[in-house]
């Protein structure tokens, strides 16, 4: 049963990351698209390339959630600290661009975004284990 919920919480690292790239960029491609359209090619607009976010975010989260799963292997949620997830996240989060061949001023963008995603997604696992709790059971989230 452990396996199952880590490979639940991989899925769902692959889907909220993947959920932040889209944004991410829908949000940054449309700001392109207002103060420099020539720069947009035909093809590459905010819609048109959110598929190609939305699968680069999965392999991101789920690289992260691997790496969350195997590195932090001894760890509750209660123990993960938030300044340790955005290394990870931030790390997870330059792989791309580097595995990808792309421009390393694209690490000055890719990296902040996987650290911002690594954190809201450590919020989310925690808020989500708190709602899991029977409501006479302490929070094991919160300090003693």
Avoid at 75 to 87: C, E, H, N, P, Y
């Amino acid at each position: 049963m452990a396996i199952l919920r880590k490979l639940r919480g991989i899925a769902g690292m692959a889907l909220v990351w993947s959920a932040g790239f889209v944004a991410f960029w829908l949000v940054l491609g449309t700001i392109i698209r207002i103060v420099d359209p020539p720069s947009i090619d035909a093809g590459e607009g905010p819609f048109a390339m959110a598929p190609l976010f939305a699968l680069l975010g999965g392999i991101a989260g789920t690289v992260f959630g691997l790496t969350v799963a195997f590195g932090e292997r001894r760890r509750t949620l209660a123990d993960l600290k938030l300044s340790r997830m955005a290394i990870w996240g931030a790390m997870g989060g330059a792989a791309m661009p580097l595995l990808l061949g792309k421009p390393l001023g694209n690490l000055a963008v890719f990296a902040p975004l996987g650290a911002l995603l690594a954190t809201g997604s450590l919020a989310l696992a925690r808020r989500a284990a708190r709602a899991e709790l029977p409501v006479n059971e302490p929070d094991p989230l919160l300090p003693r």
